[in-house]
């Protein structure tokens, strides 16, 4: 309803879903999303270089009308040097302010202005309403993520009140609520579809189990809208089917760069071209990645903003590999379709055999049903040779599918599978606030190979307090 008092907003926001109502249609050719790029990058670049002192200092020199590749990248670390230089418009000119969560180095500020928030709320109502459309017109929504200093809360709940779609704002982690409030609450109302992230979704089954109730008969969920952390299309079953709804992958996004991509009906996660601009670029020699036999590019994630906001980033670097697929014909959404793989750094090496986080859960769970939380546990054999540990909770030790994993961790990675039974407890809670490495995969193959310790220290602190 603000946009009534703005006319210019006003405006923005009809020509917005306009735009994406037309570019789902497929009525945005080559030509026009070519021109409509070119366009808001020149745009884009003149606006940081005039408004934001990072950018005018960084960018010193350089003209809108220079070629992309040649504009130096931005980093993480530049936003944490940067701080409110980053910004191109003072936080009075916001509407609301976020920030970057600070576990594993000092946060950074993300005010969003009223371009920033139509911008990227059109692109989740356009492509959730291909989603919900499905499901009919008695729907009750849950959201349970962080809301303080967040943009979880107020961003699914303006979405969804676009759609026309009832919310209940529910935060388990949060004093006032707790997990039993929330399981009360979800059946009561009752809840048909929920915005959370893969380990609440577990989370929250693993409490009704305790309280003797079962997923998927004892409530009412249709859809799970999941973000936030790694989720391989193994999980996703996995979770869908403990849940008896379907999940999603339903969104890519973060603080700093807000919407990447999002959900369609189809289960592709779509980028979003006509708020950015993406490249793939090889994380050590920072050139563009090739694609492969079929136009499959992997690499790092690197954005332009494509709208004049409070924080448009130029040649974001954003530490994420992903796995980029060219549009296809007769998806839900004529746009690129993108498999987030994890950090860069989040890679493992076993036995000689490097693999992302992405495809080593989805290699590990791909036939493995009925958990309700894992955890990976890499070791090493007195002959010296890699062995992963896949610790499952709530899964049948007689699971045909066990086998089937064992065999095909040895096909794909030459390593030997061993599968134990316990509750790995809150760490595996902590994947969006920290990583999905140091949640999921305790590596105790050395000092050598363990990894990010500032990341296990932060993710291990979040879970004793949540613990």
């Known amino acids: 309803m603000f946009t009534i008092h703005h006319p210019e907003l006003d405006a923005m926001a009809r020509s917005l879903r306009e735009w994406h109502q037309e ?9 026009r999303l070519a021109a409509h790029q070119a366009r808001a990058l020149r745009e884009t670049v003149s606006y940081v270089k005039e408004r934001s ?51 594993t180095g000092s946060a950074t500020p993300c005010p969003r202005d009223n371009t920033d928030t139509l911008h990227n709320n059109s692109v989740l109502t356009a492509y ?18 962080p809301t303080e ?24 982690h949060s004093p006032m609520i707790g997990f039993d409030r929330a399981l009360e609450v979800m059946r009561m109302l009752p809840v048909t579809g929920l915005f959370c992230t893969p380990g609440m979704a577990l989370s929250l089954a693993k409490k009704a189990r305790e309280a003797g109730l079962d997923p998927a008969a004892d409530f009412s969920l249709d859809v799970l809208m999941l973000t936030g952390e790694l989720a391989s299309p193994s999980l996703l079953a996995g979770i869908g089917a403990l849940w008896g709804a379907r999940a999603y992958n339903c969104l890519y996004a973060s603080q700093e760069a807000s919407v990447l991509a999002a959900a369609g ?22 050139l563009p990645a090739r694609a492969d036999g079929n136009g499959v590019r992997q690499g790092e994630l690197v954005i332009t903003n494509l709208y004049q906001g409070a ?67 890499l070791e090493r054999t007195p002959l010296g040779d890699d062995r992963v540990n896949l610790m499952l909770h709530g899964a049948s030790k007689t699971h045909p599918g066990l086998l089937l994993a064992q065999e095909e961790c040895r096909e794909v990675l030459g390593t030997e599978l061993v599968v134990s039974f316990g509750d790995p407890g809150s760490i595996t809670s902590t994947g969006a606030m920290v990583s999905w490495k140091a949640a999921r995969v305790v590596d105790g193959r050395g000092d050598e190979v363990a990894g990010n310790d500032r990341e296990s220290r932060a993710a291990l602190a979040l879970a004793a307090r949540r613990g």
């Not at 189809?266 to 090889?282: F, K, Q, S, W």
């Not at 670097?317 to 746009?335: E, F, S």
Request: aromatic letters at 10%; glycine letters at 10%; charged letters at 25%.
């Open 23 to 31: 570019f789902l249609a497929g009525e945005w050719d080559e030509k």
């Open 53 to 103: 002192p990072f950018y005018r200092a960084r960018l010193a020199g350089l003209s809108e009308d220079d070629e992309l590749g040649s504009l130096p990248f931005t980093t993480k670390q530049d936003l944490r040097d940067a701080q409110f230089d980053m910004l191109s418009r003072p936080m009075h000119e916001a509407w609301i302010f976020y920030e970057t969560t600070g576990t």
């Open 128 to 145: 959730y309403q291909t989603v919900f459309d499905q499901y009919g017109d008695r729907q009750v929504v849950g959201v349970s993520g």
């Open 149 to 172: 200093l967040h943009a979880t809360g107020d961003t699914f709940g303006d979405v969804c009140r676009n759609l026309g779609v009832a919310v209940a704002k529910m935060w388990p």
């Open 265 to 286: 009906a189809d289960g592709g996660l779509y980028t979003a071209p006509l708020i950015n601009h993406y490249e793939v670029v090889d994380p050590v020699t920072l």
């Open 311 to 377: 924080k448009p980033l130029v040649r974001y670097r954003t530490g994420d590999m992903v796995r980029m697929h060219p549009v296809a014909a007769g998806t839900t959404v004529p746009a690129q379709r993108v498999e987030v793989l994890g950090r860069v750094g989040d890679q493992i090496v076993l036995n000689g055999h490097s693999i992302t986080g992405y495809d080593l859960e989805d290699l590990l769970l791909r036939h493995v049903g009925g958990f309700l939380d894992y955890q990976i546990r």
